[in-house]
């Protein structure tokens, strides 16, 4: 069994930071391209950031220059760093990693963790 777990979300001020962390964790082969996306209330979800197992970053344009994505592949673990939030980014944040499994070693497929409340609000 396989599974994501998001942690670090919260209530911050306009202009604050948050981390949030994503630790995959069970019967993992390997992991190829992980991603971090958000729902607002009423909204789509919607793609934040990705980054390849070998480190390269693509980001939605309202977030370049404030977020930052990374990984740990020796950890199973990838990061998003958020500075300069803005009561737009209030969201449910997701973390997606697409992963081979022992029970589907040969085929990547999607996973999802549960989702991480981030609230933006003086």
């Known amino acids: 069994q396989v599974q994501l777990v998001e942690s670090g979300g919260g209530l911050v001020q306009p202009g604050g930071s948050l981390r949030l962390s994503c630790a995959a964790s069970g019967t993992i082969v390997s992991i190829s391209t992980m991603g971090w996306y958000r729902q607002a209330p009423g909204k789509q979800r919607e793609l934040v950031a990705t980054i390849t197992s070998g480190g390269n970053t693509n980001y939605v344009d309202s977030v370049q220059g404030r977020f930052t994505i990374s990984r740990d592949n020796a950890k199973n673990t990838m990061y998003l760093q958020m500075n300069s939030l803005k009561p737009e980014d209030t969201a449910v944040y997701y973390c997606?990693?697409?992963?081979?499994?022992?029970?589907?070693?040969?085929?990547?497929?999607?996973?999802w963790g549960q989702g991480t409340q981030v609230t933006v609000s003086s």
């Open positions: 997606n990693a697409e992963m081979r499994t022992y029970y589907s070693p040969y085929n990547y497929r999607p996973y």
